[in-house]
């Protein structure tokens, strides 16, 4: 069987399932409850859970429960069949800003995407530096993994594919080389998140932590990546050159690229100020996250104006530029509804009360082991998530509610649990068979899964090897 042939039920469909069976363990896994306390930490209000404060509660079984649903006082109710329905809904509700949020990030990104302004910056640095392409390369790299990292660019540089590809060929190396110039560096930066709106950002929210909080450890391990995975290109790209490596791939049909097109977008005044006004609202977003308080519905905000200066640069007419807009909205409707529906598992698994009992059992198991053994358990638990939940934002409403009580419990920092997120979405996305995206980005490339993992697999190794190295020492030096 090839993995090109391998089948996963749509990501809804598999999230309703986790839905089903988290209900049916409504009926199996007793139910109880944490006492929890609320604190100020970092001016953000949090509710924690209390150590050693876990108890029982009955359960009440009725025909009415199993159906409709029937509450009794001093019992606790598993779910019923109707519930499971409720719980879709539910989720949406309780998850209704950070949906916003995801809307108006794609339909901002859009506007910003039409523009060029991305791919003209791009063109600009190959035209400048094609004479020295070991350093174009690196420019280039740190261009998409800066990009990757600080705002979540990923998605939007598949139109950049064939463009690496043809100027890896243009100087001597191959087509695999050329796709891993663009792809390495996408998840290098995603996998970082030094302030990844789309990842990080959404994780710490949920986490109750200040968004943007922790970036300067996530800093650290996003320059080493950058040297790890740019160093690893350019060692293969060198077998490449000296005739150490053969790479053969089905070209047939028209090419990916005209000759002319690396070129063809030119770096106007208007992209300039499109890309200044991107960066410094960025910055402004930042900034006031940090020291103003800002939550999703400000930073919603911020992202709209940024949004509506990108429209006034570009010169567009209304109808045009709502056209674009709205074509962002519609490419973002099923990752923001998968935040609902995600959130529907935890619907079920609160309602039921036993959230609080897989804590327990959790965390009593984990407790018993070394504090590098149970922190190196959360990456592992995230990372196995991600194969069956490729959506990092679904991924986060899924384990969030879980890690943040137990890392509560096990006596780490919330931030190590949002870093556990942030590396177990992350790196695994680059070999998973049923990341879409990473699927479509190989068909534009015209490479097969087989051929790709041969080649990023021992990198795939280096970088997991990294993060736990860097969650072990992030829970021995108190990181927060």
């Given at each position: 069987m090839?993995f090109?042939?391998?089948?996963?039920?749509h990501?809804f469909?598999f999230?309703?399932?986790?839905?089903?069976?988290?209900?049916v363990?409504s009926?199996?896994?007793?139910?109880?409850?944490?006492?929890?306390?609320k604190?100020?930490?970092?001016?953000?209000?949090?509710?924690?859970v209390?150590?050693?404060?876990?108890?029982?509660?009955?359960?009440?079984?009725?025909a009415?429960?199993?159906?409709i649903?029937?509450?009794?006082?001093?019992?606790?109710?598993?779910?019923?069949m109707?519930?499971?329905?409720t719980?879709?809904?539910?989720g949406?509700?309780q998850?209704?800003?950070?949906?916003?949020?995801?809307?108006?990030?794609?339909?901002?990104?859009?506007?910003?995407?039409?523009?060029?302004?991305?791919?003209?910056?791009l063109s600009?640095?190959?035209?400048?530096?094609?004479?020295?392409?070991?350093?174009l390369?690196?420019?280039?790299y740190?261009?998409?993994?800066?990009?990757?990292?600080?705002?979540?660019?990923?998605?939007?540089?598949?139109?950049?594919?064939?463009?690496?590809?043809?100027?890896?060929?243009?100087?001597?190396?191959?087509?695999?080389?050329?796709?891993?110039?663009?792809?390495?560096?996408?998840?290098?930066?995603?996998?970082?998140?030094?302030t990844?709106p789309?990842?990080?950002?959404?994780a710490?929210?949920?986490a109750?932590?200040?968004?943007g909080?922790?970036?300067?450890?996530?800093?650290?391990?996003f320059?080493?990546?950058?040297?790890?995975?740019?160093?690893?290109l350019?060692?293969?790209g060198?077998?490449?050159?000296?005739?150490?490596?053969?790479?053969k791939?089905?070209?047939?049909?028209?090419?990916?690229?005209?000759?002319?097109q690396?070129?063809?977008?030119?770096?106007?005044?208007?992209?300039?100020?499109?890309?200044?006004?991107?960066?410094?609202?960025?910055?402004?977003?930042?900034?006031?996250?940090q020291?103003?308080g800002?939550?999703?519905?400000?930073m919603?905000?911020g992202?709209?104006?940024?949004?509506i200066?990108?429209?006034f640069?570009?010169?567009?007419?209304?109808?045009?530029a709502?056209?674009?807009?709205?074509?962002?909205?519609?490419?973002?409707?099923?990752?923001?509804?998968i935040v609902?529906?995600a959130?529907?598992?935890?619907v079920v698994?609160?309602?039921?009360q036993i959230?609080?009992s897989?804590?327990?059992?959790?965390?009593?198991t984990l407790?018993?082991?070394s504090?590098?053994?149970?922190?190196?358990?959360?990456?592992?638990?995230?990372?196995?998530?991600?194969?069956?939940?490729?959506s990092?934002?679904?991924?986060?409403?899924?384990?969030?509610?879980l890690?943040?009580?137990?890392?509560?419990?096990?006596?780490?920092?919330r931030?190590?649990?949002?870093?556990a997120?942030?590396?177990g979405?992350?790196f695994?996305?680059?070999?998973?068979?049923?990341?879409?995206?990473l699927?479509?980005?190989?068909?534009?490339?015209?490479?097969?899964f087989?051929?790709?993992?041969?080649?990023?697999?021992p990198?795939?190794l280096?970088?997991?090897?990294?993060?736990?190295?860097?969650i072990?020492f992030?829970?021995?030096?108190?990181?927060?």
């Open positions: 090839k090109s042939d391998f089948k996963i039920p990501v469909i999230l309703f399932w986790i839905i089903i069976f988290c209900s363990l009926y199996i896994i007793p139910s109880g409850s944490f006492e929890r306390e604190r100020i930490i970092n001016k953000i209000e949090q509710n924690i209390v150590p050693g404060s876990y108890s029982e509660i009955p359960k009440h079984f009725s009415k429960g199993v159906t649903g029937e509450q009794v006082s001093g019992y606790a109710s598993p779910n019923s109707f519930s499971v329905l719980s879709i809904p539910k949406l509700a998850s209704g800003t950070l949906i916003f949020f995801i809307f108006i990030l794609g339909a901002v990104f859009s506007l910003i995407v039409e523009t060029k302004t991305i791919h003209a910056f600009e640095i190959i035209k400048r530096f094609n004479k020295y392409p070991k350093l390369f690196f420019l280039i740190v261009t998409i993994s800066t990009g990757s990292a600080f705002m979540g660019i990923y998605i939007e540089l598949l139109p950049l594919i064939p463009i690496l590809i043809l100027l890896a060929e243009q100087h001597g190396y191959n087509r695999m080389f050329g796709f891993a110039l663009g792809i390495v560096p996408v998840y290098v930066g995603w996998s970082t998140a030094t990844n789309f990842t990080v950002q959404i710490q929210q949920i109750e932590l200040p968004i909080s922790g970036m300067g450890l996530r800093f650290v391990i320059l080493l990546c950058i040297l790890i995975g740019f160093s690893y350019m060692r293969y060198s077998r490449i050159k000296n005739k150490k490596i053969a790479f791939e089905s070209t047939h049909g028209a090419a990916l690229v005209e000759g002319d690396i070129e063809q977008v030119n770096l106007t005044k208007k992209h300039f100020a499109i890309l200044v006004v991107l960066i410094l609202g960025y910055a402004i977003i930042l900034s006031a996250v020291f103003m800002w939550g999703l519905i400000e919603s905000a992202f709209l104006a940024i949004g200066a990108v429209i640069l570009s010169g567009w007419s209304g109808d045009k709502m056209d674009i807009f709205t074509n962002g909205l519609k490419a973002m409707i099923i990752p923001a509804l609902g529906v959130r529907g598992i935890s698994m609160v309602e039921s959230m609080d897989i804590l327990f059992y959790f965390s009593d407790s018993n082991q504090q590098s053994i149970a922190v190196s358990g959360m990456l592992v638990f995230q990372s196995f998530l991600n194969f069956f939940i490729p990092a934002s679904g991924q986060a409403l899924v384990s969030m509610p890690m943040t009580p137990l890392s509560d419990l096990l006596g780490f920092s931030q190590i649990a949002v870093l997120y942030v590396f979405d992350g695994s996305n680059i070999v998973i068979p049923t990341n879409g995206i699927m479509a980005m190989l068909g534009i490339g015209k490479i097969s087989e051929k790709w993992i041969r080649f990023v697999f990198l795939f280096i970088l997991m090897l990294l993060a736990f190295i860097t072990i992030s829970v021995h030096i108190g990181y927060e």
